[in-house]
């Protein structure tokens, strides 16, 4: 019934540039949109989210990334620039109602930062 998938990762050198999108059911388009990176050696950590046009970034990640749904609300956006070896990792999506329930989670895409 929900179905939630994101696109746009890859392998780019350090200071490049990516764009991760991800779509959800139009059910989701009230819920809180979400990015999270997950590695082999860390458990899954928030990137980004945005909760009614208030937007929250790690620290890590400020200043570079920026996060953003389009008009339907359906699509969120991660504007990823300058990108750091240490931003290596699998990118989920995820859209939850509320901050403390757990949501719907993409397949997650692929994010390599390497020379």
């Known amino acids: 019934q929900v179905q939630v998938v994101e696109s746009g990762g890859g392998s780019v050198q350090p200071g490049e540039s990516l764009t991760l999108s991800c779509t959800g059911s139009?059910?989701?388009?009230?819920?809180?949109a979400g990015w999270y990176r997950q590695s082999p050696a860390n458990d899954r950590v928030l990137v980004a989210n945005?909760?009614?046009?208030?937007?929250t970034y790690a620290d890590a990640v400020k200043g570079r990334f920026t996060i953003s749904r389009d008009s339907a609300k359906t699509t969120v956006r991660l504007q990823m620039n300058d990108l750091r070896p240490e931003d290596t990792g699998v990118y989920y999506c995820?859209?939850?109602?509320?901050?403390?329930?757990?949501?719907?989670w993409g397949q997650g895409t692929r994010v390599t930062v390497s020379s």
């Open positions: 995820n859209f939850r109602r509320t901050k403390r329930t757990p949501g719907h």
């Open positions: 139009e059910s989701l388009s009230w819920y809180i």
């Open positions: 945005v909760d009614r046009g208030e937007v």
